[in-house]
């Protein structure tokens, strides 16, 4: 298994630094990373982002990392046609950069819960859109992996639905470890829903908001807050997904996502050095 670090988990730096995307891949090179997951957000010309592709790929070149997905930040769940469709354009635009990025991995989200919208309501937009888009992602051989996000359609046997539906086979399983919490789902029994649908892994931690914390977490379906952690200081039993990974002989990548307050680059750095640990 190769190890990567979203650039999201470094949004705090790339804020306060004003990093850009190369500025990201130089650091995860100097902590010594097999490859780096880049986000759509963080082009800084998103009209235009030909010149720092170009940019980008010259220094994953020089460092020789690969890219292990590229992220969108795409929501299926609209009333209108019109804005649902610009979703779908999103992701098949996302497909050729993917191409150019040499990743086969494209993050995919379903939908957000608004209004008094329900996963039923949304389903059929999500599965419709999905539909859609595999139809590309199949041409270019290029996973569409929906990752478990949000309180709408983040339970695994949501994830697990809307892939059956879809029923393509390149439409598949971003499994963030954490984000299960959140919607009150335990990740092991998560893990042995999805495992044969993974393609790719979030490697994240979530605790509870202790009672005199002043700081702001995640709220889960139930109202509960959650606070990002360094990959074992949280509530998930990593141990087990990572035995339960190397068990089914997953080759592919596992991508560290920290979403919690304490200093980004010392925070990786810390996760880097525990989930080499755990696949040894």
């Known amino acids: 298994m190769n190890i990567s670090v979203s650039m999201y988990s470094l949004a705090s730096t790339v804020k306060k630094e004003n990093w850009s995307t190369v500025d990201f891949i130089d650091y995860a090179d100097r902590i010594s990373l097999d490859g780096v997951e880049l986000l759509d957000i963080f082009w800084q010309n998103k009209d235009d982002i030909s010149d720092e592709l170009e940019q980008v790929k010259k220094a994953l070149k020089k460092h020789n990392l690969k890219v292990s997905a590229y992220d969108i930040t795409n929501n299926f769940v609209k009333e209108s046609s019109e804005d649902r469709a610009e979703e779908i354009a999103k992701i098949i635009d996302a497909i050729q950069v993917a191409k150019q990025l040499n990743t086969n991995i494209i993050r995919v989200f379903c939908g957000d819960k608004h209004d008094d919208l329900t996963y039923e309501d949304g389903q059929g937009w999500i599965v419709d859109g999905l ?86 977490g995640f709220r889960s379906a139930q109202g509960v807050e959650l606070i990002g952690t360094v990959p074992g200081d949280g509530q998930v039993d990593l141990s087990y997904i990572v035995q339960g990974l190397k068990e089914m002989d997953y080759q592919r990548w596992l991508s560290i996502e920290y979403e919690g307050k304490d200093d980004a680059k010392a925070a990786n750095e810390e996760s880097v050095y525990r989930l080499r640990h755990l696949l040894q």
């Open 131 to 216: 539909k859609q888009c595999a139809e590309a992602a199949e041409k270019e051989k290029i996973y569409l992996a929906i990752e478990n996000h949000g309180l709408l359609a983040g339970k695994s046997e949501q994830v697990e639905e809307i892939i059956e539906k879809v029923n393509s086979p390149y439409v598949k399983s971003t499994f963030d470890t954490g984000n299960f919490l959140l919607v009150h789902e335990e990740p092991q029994r998560a893990f042995d829903r999805l495992k044969d649908k993974i393609v790719h892994v979030h490697f994240k931690d979530f605790r509870e908001k202790e009672a005199n914390e002043d700081i702001k």
